[in-house]
């Protein structure tokens, strides 16, 4: 069963691209900001020196008319209601016996005083100043500098500046357009945190073959001398999530060298020639920082093979293949740059990359094994804290087919997991629960129609039991019928241990457990549903590739007629036209009927003898709605001992949706 696999490599972060033009300041307005500034500083210079050498005390209107009354009032100055003014003695306030001083606010003894004067005109009040000979002084509002200067040219600054910023706006559109050619490829140099292959788990093979370049990068004396060439360009193969990036990085890092990462798809452009000329600065760039490294993701965006199809190929993009291959071609025996790249389809690249001289070395970078998963468990844990219960061993037993990305999500689901529960630790039931998450779906509400839980149910019950009645396949770890994703019901199987040949009877095993569901149904229900829609096509498919793929039929041989990818174009598809005649493809089509109609009637008989055991787990899962493999086994009446190996963990792994 093939897991699904995440593109979730461990990619270089990028590079912040450059800023665009942005308004700027002139620099002729600081210094006009500082005149204005001190300007102002020595208008309000004589208030400020009379505030620090002189005491001024704010007083009340009844205080201050009765001062007036008293003549002890030398000279007011009035200016918007405020009142300032000295008095002829210094006086205390508030005086004692006053409301003030009951409070207990402290007094305070000046001859300078600042009051204000009521809303509404006092009459009284203008007739004793006028009787006590008070000198009187009306002020008018004083106006800020600044707010006039502001008032006067702030319309022309704002101008000026508008014609400023559209000039240097224009400016920078114009200096992009001639940049347009230039590369956009990320550069990782030593000064930042460096990956190294102790951060890549699960390839030793691959880590083998990295590690020449690398010695080569630090001593490339040690191989010129000896009339020795470094491959110039490395290819990672594999499927997606399996770190190829990661592992481009590490070498970087491991050599100290620089590092320009880039995605193929970035070449190209609208613009004819862009692509081309992006490629040449890149390579240029990558040999004034010898030695180097040069990273291109994903080839096959620009490396498909050209000319092919229909109506002949990409114009831009096989002259950027044509600079990319007259560029690799470019190096001297010395220039120590090495172009690494990764594809997962090396399938489709153009022959000509990948001639010696080119990328004439492979790397496959697969999915790891039991041990690599282990490995690969232990950097993705670190600085998590684990329980004492959590066993990566089991884990990574379980785990069959998953990639480094893949392990890498579900240590972080499990953290997440345990986070949403204030767990202190991640323990086993966490790693659990998120591996349901990520392979099985997200859970959904239990099935609230009664009918359509017991169709489920016999379904799910269909799938089990057949799988547990048939020797030679993978074996029966949970059962549910609550919804998971887009299935209504889920039955769980493990694999044993990584495979990578499949025998015929561990794929007709597979085969029946498809259609045991479909049976299940014909069997106790008397009705079929849409439900096996599935099931169907995935069984279907595998006979057809049993019988036109991988010769396991009696009528057809040992023969292959399968649609091979080496050009999976559909131009080029439909020029190639079909490798075998009319003829043959009815025979595949009626041994393929033939095979799956035989595997059907042999599970509709086997479920037709148990049909008890059908029956009882199905009422199980009506009641349960959730069955490990120890009660299925019970309900059953199969012996444990003689179907559950010891070594194989409690995890439920291929779903088989409903």
């Known amino acids: 069963m093939q897991f699904p696999q995440?593109?979730?490599?461990?990619?270089?972060?990028?590079?912040?691209?450059?800023?665009?033009?942005?308004?700027r300041i002139p620099r002729w307005v600081w210094p006009l900001l500082w005149v204005v500034l001190i300007a102002w500083s020595f208008m309000r210079l004589p208030d400020m020196v009379n505030n620090a050498t002189s005491q001024t005390i704010k007083v009340s209107y009844s205080f201050f008319f009765q001062q007036v009354s008293a003549g002890n009032v030398q000279e007011i100055t009035i200016q918007e209601g405020a009142v300032q003014g000295v008095f002829k003695a210094a006086v205390t306030y508030p005086p004692a016996g006053s409301p003030e001083r009951a409070q207990g606010v402290t007094p305070e003894t000046a001859t300078q005083f600042t009051t204000t004067l009521l809303p509404l005109d006092d009459p009284e009040l203008?007739?004793?100043?006028?009787?006590?000979?008070?000198?009187?002084?009306?002020?008018?509002?004083?106006?800020?500098?600044?707010?006039?200067?502001?008032?006067?040219?702030g319309p022309l600054l704002l101008l000026l500046g508008f014609f400023i910023w559209s000039a240097r706006r224009t400016q920078g559109q114009m200096s992009g357009i001639f940049g347009f050619g230039r590369t956009q490829a990320r550069e990782y140099n030593v000064e930042k945190p460096k990956v190294t292959f102790s951060d890549v788990a699960g390839q030793d093979a691959a880590k083998g073959e990295l590690m020449e370049v690398v010695d080569f990068l630090k001593e490339p004396d040690k191989y010129i001398a000896l009339g020795a060439r470094i491959p110039r360009g490395v290819l990672l193969i594999g499927p997606p999530g399996t770190g190829k990036t990661l592992m481009a990085r590490a070498v970087a890092g491991e050599a100290s060298v620089a590092f320009f990462s880039i995605a193929a798809s970035e070449f190209v452009e609208m613009f004819v020639g862009v692509g081309a000329s992006r490629v040449r600065d890149l390579f240029k760039r990558a040999k004034d920082a010898a030695p180097s490294i040069v990273f291109i993701d994903e080839l096959d965006a620009v490396g498909r093979q050209r000319g092919a199809g229909l109506g002949g190929g990409h114009d831009e993009?096989?002259?950027?293949?044509?600079?990319?291959?007259?560029?690799?071609?470019?190096?001297?025996?010395?220039?120590s740059v090495i172009v690494m790249a990764?594809?997962?389809?090396?399938?489709?690249?153009?022959?000509?990359?990948?001639?010696?001289?080119?990328?004439?070395?492979?790397?496959?970078?697969?999915?790891?094994?039991?041990?690599g998963r282990l490995d690969i468990l232990k950097i993705h844990t670190r600085g998590k804290p684990l329980s004492a219960d959590t066993d990566l061993d089991d884990i990574a037993k379980a785990t069959i087919g998953f990639s480094g990305a893949d392990l890498a999500n579900l240590a972080n689901e499990a953290a997440l997991t345990a986070a949403r529960q204030a767990a202190r630790k991640i323990s086993m039931r966490h790693f659990l629960e998120a591996f349901d998450r990520i392979v099985l779906g997200t859970e959904s509400p239990p099935l609230s129609n009664q009918e359509e839980r017991r169709v489920v149910a016999y379904h799910e019950s269909g799938h089990a039991l057949v799988a547990l009645l048939t020797s030679g396949g993978d074996q029966v770890l949970k059962v549910t019928i609550i919804p998971r994703g887009q299935a209504l019901g889920i039955t769980a199987q493990l694999p044993q241990d990584d495979r990578r040949n499949y025998s015929k009877t561990y794929l007709m095993t597979r085969i029946h457990m498809l259609l045991g569901g479909r049976a299940a149904e014909e069997v106790a229900i008397g009705d079929i549903t849409?439900?096996?829609?599935?099931?169907?096509q995935r069984a279907t498919e595998l006979v057809r590739r049993m019988v036109a793929e991988f010769g396991m039929s009696e009528d057809i041989?040992?023969?292959?007629?399968?649609d091979h990818?080496?050009?999976?174009?559909?131009?080029?598809?439909?020029?190639?036209?079909?490798?075998?005649?009319?003829?043959?493809?009815?025979?595949?089509?009626?041994?393929?009927?033939?095979?799956?109609?035989?595997?059907?009637?042999?599970?509709?008989?086997?479920?037709?003898?148990?049909q008890d055991k059908l029956e009882a787990l199905a009422q199980a899962l009506l009641t349960h709605e959730i069955l490990e493999r120890k009660q299925i086994l019970e309900i059953i009446g199969l012996s444990?001992?003689?179907?559950?190996?010891?070594?194989?963990?409690?995890?439920?792994?291929?779903?088989?949706?409903?």
């Open 530 to 536: 849409t439900g096996a829609a599935n099931d169907l």
């Open 126 to 153: 203008l007739k004793a100043l006028h009787d006590q000979d008070v000198s009187i002084t009306s002020q008018p509002v004083e106006s800020s500098a600044i707010l006039l200067f502001l008032l006067n040219f």
């Open 557 to 562: 041989g040992p023969l292959n007629f399968g």
């Open 342 to 371: 990764a594809t997962n389809r090396p399938d489709v690249l153009d022959p000509a990359l990948l001639r010696p001289g080119r990328f004439d070395r492979q790397v496959t970078v697969g999915l790891p094994d039991r041990i």
């Open 6 to 23: 995440k593109p979730n490599d461990e990619k270089p972060g990028n590079k912040p691209e450059p800023p665009q033009p942005q308004f």
């Open 565 to 610: 990818e080496h050009q999976p174009f559909l131009g080029y598809s439909l020029s190639q036209g079909r490798q075998y005649s009319e003829e043959t493809a009815a025979r595949i089509d009626v041994e393929v009927r033939r095979i799956v109609e035989a595997a059907y009637d042999h599970v509709l008989n086997l479920l037709r003898e148990n």
């Open 640 to 658: 444990t001992d003689d179907t559950e190996s010891a070594d194989n963990p409690p995890l439920a792994l291929i779903p088989d949706g409903a």
């Open 317 to 335: 993009r096989e002259q950027t293949l044509n600079q990319m291959l007259a560029e690799m071609d470019g190096f001297d025996q010395n220039e």
